[in-house]
C-alpha cells in the first residue's frame, strides 16, 4: 500500500535555529498538508498546498513558516527561527483531491526545540 | 468553526462490546470521514460517508450521517484490544479540521 514517508523520525534542535521537515507523499497526489500535535493535544492544521501554490492556511503558519516542493517529489515544510512553543509532532498528508476522498499520513516527524 | 467535536472525551469497554462515538458539526459539509491515530503516530483514514448518505458500513465499522442534525456517530462492533486509539471524526468542507478526538481503550 503507498505511504506518505517522513524525515527525520525525531529531531532536536537548538532555540532560533532554522530546520527542514521532509515529507514524499504518495505519487499520483496532488494535495499537500501539513499538520502538528503539540504533546497531549489536538491535531492543528496548518497549510495545504496545491498545484505549487499554498492554498489555504491557518493562524498557526506565520512568517515563521514555510513550505516548499522543490523537486516534484519531495514537500517540506521550513520553520525558520524555531521557538520552544514549536515543539511538536510534525505530520505530512497527501490526497487525490481536496476533501471528495481520504487523506494519507505519513508517520510525522518529532521536533524538540531545546 | 469547521471541526468536529467527539462524544466522549473517554470510552473504555471490554473486548467483544460494541463502542460507539459521536461527532457534531457545525457547518455544511461535502463529506464527513472519520480517522483513528495509534499514540504518537499518524492519523489513519477509516471511512468517509458523503452529505447524501445516512448510513455506512466497512467491516466492523457503521457510520451514520444527520445532516439535519449535523452530527454523526462511530460504531465499532465487536471491539478487540486492537481498536484502542484515538478517533476523529473530520467534517469535510474546504480543508479537513480535527477536534480532541474520542480516546477509546478496549481491556482484554
Same mark, same amino acid.
Given at each position: 500500500e503507498p505511504e506518505v514517508t517522513q524525515t527525520p523520525s525525531h529531531q532536536v534542535t537548538q532555540m532560533g535555529q532554522e530546520v527542514i521537515l521532509r515529507c514524499v507523499p504518495i505519487s499520483n497526489h496532488l494535495y499537500f498538508y501539513w499538520y502538528r500535535q503539540i504533546l497531549g493535544q489536538k491535531v492543528e492544521f496548518l497549510v495545504s498546498f496545491y498545484n505549487n501554490e499554498i492554498s489555504e492556511k491557518s493562524e498557526i503558519f506565520d512568517d515563521q513558516f514555510s513550505v516548499e516542493r522543490p523537486d516534484g517529489s519531495n514537500f517540506t515544510l521550513k520553520i525558520r527561527s524555531t521557538k520552544l512553543?514549536?515543539?511538536a509532532m510534525y505530520f505530512c498528508a497527501s490526497s487525490e483531491a481536496l476533501t471528495?476522498?481520504?487523506?494519507?499520513f505519513g508517520s510525522g516527524t518529532r521536533l524538540t526545540v531545546v | 468553526s469547521q471541526q468536529g467535536e467527539e462524544d466522549p472525551q473517554a470510552l473504555s469497554i471490554q473486548e467483544g462490546e460494541n463502542a460507539t462515538m459521536n461527532c457534531s458539526y457545525k457547518t455544511s459539509i461535502n463529506n464527513l470521514q472519520w480517522y483513528r491515530q495509534n499514540s504518537g503516530r499518524?492519523?489513519? #483514514?477509516?471511512i468517509l460517508i458523503r452529505s447524501n448518505e445516512r448510513?455506512? #458500513?466497512?467491516?466492523?465499522l457503521r457510520v451514520t450521517l444527520d445532516t439535519s442534525k449535523k452530527s454523526s456517530s462511530l460504531l465499532i462492533t465487536a471491539s478487540r484490544a486492537a481498536d484502542t486509539a484515538s478517533y476523529f471524526c473530520a467534517p469535510a468542507g474546504n480543508m479537513l479540521t480535527f477536534g480532541g478526538g474520542t480516546r477509546l481503550m478496549v481491556k482484554p
Open positions: 512553543e514549536d515543539s471528495a476522498g481520504g487523506y494519507t | 499518524g492519523l489513519v #483514514h477509516l448510513e455506512k #458500513h466497512s467491516g466492523r
